[in-house]
Nanobody, 128 residues
Framework: VQLQASGGGLVQAGGSLRLSCAAS????????MGWFRQAPGKEREFVAG????????YHADSVKGRSTISRDNAKNTVYLQMISLKPEDTAVYYC??????????????????????WGQGTLVTVSS
């Protein structure tokens, strides 16, 4: 699967953004999906994840209550809606997919190594 993230940009603190990740292929619903982010000089960190059906989601504590991950399998797209953005949310945001065999589980991993496919990233800059 190939992933293309979009929707990043410059936003003021307190604002909102919706990131999108479009996937190629006809079997998008086979993949559990996740969003990660990487700020300058920091390691890539988990933001949110969803199971293949979208029936279960998990958000990192740093964004819980301010973000919503969702997916539309008919459109081969996963979204990350973020509100009340803070300067510390500034990062390159990446979408990622797990191998279909591993995607059958309802468990949502938060480590980078559990995801096999990555998009190119989209930059989110939050100004204070």
């Amino acid at each position: 699967v190939q992933l293309q993230a979009s929707g990043g940009g410059l936003v003021q603190a307190g604002g909102s953004l919706r990131l999108s990740c479009a996937a190629s292929g006809r079997t998008f619903s086979s993949y559990a999906m996740g969003w990660f982010r990487q700020a300058p000089g920091k390691e890539r960190e988990f933001v949110a994840g969803t199971t293949w059906s979208g029936g279960r989601t998990y958000h990192a504590d740093s964004v819980k209550g301010r973000s919503t991950i969702s997916r539309d399998n008919a459109k081969n797209t996963v979204y990350l809606q973020m509100i009340s953005l803070k300067p510390e949310d500034t990062a390159v945001y990446y979408c990622a997919a797990r191998e279909p065999l591993n995607s059958r589980s309802s468990y949502i991993p938060t480590d980078v190594l559990s995801y096999s496919y990555w998009g190119q990233g989209t930059l989110v800059t939050v100004s204070s």
